[in-house]
């Protein structure tokens, strides 16, 4: 059943150019525009019009929802709004009939996610669902679902269900583009050609190996603490590594825009910390290596993901794991991988099961 891997989660992550391709597919399959389905009551009129989008999910599903803010807001120009859906359903959030409420959840079971979307829908909001699973609860509270495809997830730690959830975050950032007329059409259809390719370059970054991470994570699978830095759509990638790695591994981390280490944690530094960064080109690659340089020199030990035939980083990091080229604004679904296997080779150095890692359960249906 784990199909020749020795765990499920690295089955999964191997599965993760299928899970990117199936959820693109035919809603990309015309010649031009996305073609999202059937959203049930949510209408192209609803969508062309909308004035705001809030995000709410839990984990992994909110980092995925960070990078649809990203492109939500640069290519379709509507405000998006984010929170924990924990913390949602308890703020008494101003929501109305004007706001599109995007619930996030793989399992579509998460006991907050289901409450904070019911309550946006209570106060006359329209809500979407985006889930891995037909049937689930949250497809019974929402509007309209776009579901992703990943096929099922059994390692507890979410790896192929988020990049699947980051593509459908991506489709609905285009969609919304396409029907408000926000980008030019040839721009348009530049980045669905390169998101089409994206399941292409995930599956030439699998197959060349993870000896590069396997090294890294021999260095520092005995560290007791790793910061995790990024910036604007690197940010939530940062997040997401962090959080893979704590969980399965057990080992404290932190994540931070980049920007806020001067801010207090750069106290946290000293000499070998590794510092994960996420660097892949994009327009405030030059303000993230300033950041580099300033942990650099206390000591840290800098381990950067970046940009393919990008050579910048050479002379900035210890450890540089390199992913295929893209348009920038997509490169959170290559740059996580190496983050996933990192956190996966660290907890197998440390003996750990990964599937099953202690205190977490798969599907979370209390509060
Ligand atoms: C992390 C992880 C969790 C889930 C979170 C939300 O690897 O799996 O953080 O992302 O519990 O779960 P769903 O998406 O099912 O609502």
């Known amino acids: 059943e784990k199909g020749g891997y020795e765990t499920f989660m690295l089955k999964e992550i191997h599965e993760q150019p299928q899970a990117i391709a199936e959820t693109i597919a035919d809603r990309t399959a015309r010649g031009v525009g996305v073609d999202l389905g059937d959203l049930g009551a949510i209408d192209d009129a609803f969508l062309r019009d909308v004035r705001r989008i809030v995000v709410v999910a839990c984990g992994t599903s ?48 998460t006991a907050d996610t289901l409450a904070a979307m019911r309550l946006a829908r209570e106060s006359g909001a329209t809500v979407l669902a985006i889930t891995n699973v037909m049937g689930s609860q949250v497809t019974r509270d929402a509007d309209g679902v776009l579901f992703t495809r990943a096929g099922l997830e059994i390692g507890v730690a979410a790896t192929k269900t988020f990049v699947a959830q980051v593509a ?46 396997q090294a890294i994570a021999r260095r520092h699978y005995k560290a007791e603490f790793f910061l995790y830095l990024g910036r604007h759509i690197g940010l939530p990638v940062a997040l997401e590594g962090a959080l893979k790695l704590k969980e399965i591994s057990y080992i404290a981390t932190d994540a931070y825009a980049a920007g806020e280490m001067k801010h207090g944690p750069i106290a946290l530094l000293d000499d070998d910390t590794p510092v994960v960064c996420v660097a892949t080109d994009s327009p405030v690659l030059e303000k993230l290596i300033s950041n580099i340089q300033e942990v650099r020199v206390r000591g840290a030990h800098v381990i950067a993901v970046a940009t393919a035939g990008n050579d910048e980083l050479q002379e900035h990091a210890d450890e540089i794991v390199a992913v295929p080229a893209t348009d920038w604004m997509l490169a959170p679904l290559l740059a996580v991988i190496p983050l996933q296997l990192l956190a996966y080779r660290v907890a197998r150095l440390r003996g750990l099961d990964v599937d099953q890692p202690r205190n977490l359960a798969k599907t979370v249906t209390v509060e």
């Open 62 to 109: 909110y980092h995925a929802g960070l990078i649809g803010r990203y492109a939500i807001e640069r290519w379709a120009r509507v405000p998006v709004e984010m929170d924990i859906a924990s913390e949602y359903r308890y703020r008494d959030p101003v929501v109305g009939p004007y706001d599109l409420v995007v619930g996030i959840s793989q399992s579509g079971e």
């Open 168 to 213: 459908a975050m991506y489709l609905l950032a285009l969609r919304l583009a396409e029907l408000r007329g926000t980008l030019p059409a040839a721009r348009l259809r530049e980045l669905i050609a390169e998101l089409k390719r994206v399941p292409g370059s995930v599956a030439a970054l699998l197959e060349r190996g993870d000896d590069d991470v």
